[in-house]
């Protein structure tokens, strides 16, 4: 099986290309997209398998993300990066059914293991 | 109630009055963006860090690129560092006198040390905070964390009605005996949702608690001090 197409979307642009660095190293096909504004027009161009999605972007909530991504991209896996999780955060992650998240800092073989497996559910 | 209240109490016996409880909200909102941000320059440098190491392991690259991206890779690290070093002693600064009493303060100082913290809380709204220090303002009597936690609900408050890419600009300018703290922003508010953060009854009770008047502005929020010796 190929590596999977990644986007990563994260204001945190130092962080968000060295990940994406990364993971090409690792023989993955990864974009960084730096605000939300471009996010459903290029995913929809690129068709990522796995979304790796910043939770707070300046200016939108990550729920309201992960709704749009849902809404405008059906198939694509979406795994949530944060520095920490509220309540109110996690109740809606799980009522949207997107809840695969890793908590930064992390291990990238931690990360490549979860894009594998949600790689793995889908074909 | 407010006459009576100071930050000293915050660890005493009144600890659990309103107010004490606000601040102690208000300070804790402010060390939650802390710990974001310090988070944000960890993964920062748990990335470069772990990129080093491939670079290392990696095959493909000649010695002399290695070195290279590795170098560029160490010199991020090292601003990453630097910053989230600043950040730190920015919040000790604050942390450091959480349980003194009323001292003389510095406006201008004051609102200097809360900006990192001031441009996040804009920063998640689209919303850049800048703070134009002027002419030397006389000094306040009052209560620095107060002080701190007064002008950080403000901003707070002020940036829910407002849209994204304005600027809100804090000045700090002397008149007839009161230091006057001025919030303005360029662009004009959008429809208010009704959900405020902080009620006017807390700011108001946070400014008397700074014998300080609270005032709205054509395009943003007046605070009154009376300047110390006036």
Redesign the interface.
């Known amino acids: 099986m190929s590596k999977a197409r990644v986007m990563i979307v994260d204001d945190?642009l130092?962080?968000a290309r060295?990940?994406a660095?990364?993971l090409q190293?690792r023989g993955y096909e990864a974009h960084v997209v730096e605000s939300f504004d471009k996010t459903i027009e290029i995913a929809q161009e690129l068709k990522p398998e796995v979304v790796l999605l910043d939770l707070?972007l300046?200016?939108i909530s990550g729920v309201e993300i992960l709704m749009t991504i849902r809404q405008f991209c059906p198939g694509t896996e979406v795994i949530l990066l944060t520095?920490?999780l509220n309540l109110e955060q996690t109740i809606e992650g799980v009522r949207l059914d997107s809840f695969h998240f890793i908590m930064?800092?992390?291990d990238?073989a931690e990360l490549v293991q979860k894009i594998d497996a949600l790689r793995r559910t889908n074909v | 109630m407010s006459d009576t209240v100071n930050s000293q109490d915050i660890s005493g016996k009144n600890a659990g009055s309103p107010v004490n409880r606000t601040v102690i909200t208000i300070a804790g909102r402010i060390i939650s963006l802390f710990v974001h941000e310090l988070n944000n320059h960890l993964a920062v440098i748990g990335e470069h860090s772990g990129l080093a190491d491939d670079l290392i392991a990696a095959r493909r690259l000649s010695d002399a690129d290695k070195l290279k991206e590795i170098g560029q890779t160490i010199g991020m690290i090292e601003r990453r560092v630097a910053l989230a070093s600043s950040l730190l002693k920015r919040l000790d600064s604050i942390a450091g006198r959480m349980d003194k009493c009323t001292t003389l303060l510095d406006a201008d100082d004051a609102i200097s040390e809360l900006m990192p913290f001031l441009e996040k809380a804009g920063k998640r709204k689209n919303i850049w905070i800048k703070h134009s220090a002027g002419r030397r303002v006389p000094e306040l009597s009052g209560d620095k964390l107060v002080f701190q936690c007064l002008i950080f609900a403000l901003v707070e408050e002020l940036c829910r009605g407002l849209g994204p890419q304005t600027v809100v600009t804090i000045t700090c300018d002397s008149k007839s005996g009161s230091v006057i703290v001025g919030l303005r922003h360029d662009l004009p508010a959008p429809d208010q949702d009704d959900s405020a953060k902080w009620s006017e009854d807390t700011l108001r009770e946070l400014a008397q608690m700074l014998a300080a008047e609270i005032s709205k502005t054509e395009g943003g929020v007046e605070l009154k001090f009376v300047a110390h010796g006036c």
Do not use: A, M, V
């Open positions: 945190e130092d962080f060295t990940l660095s990364r190293i707070r300046p200016g520095g920490h930064k800092p992390f990238i």
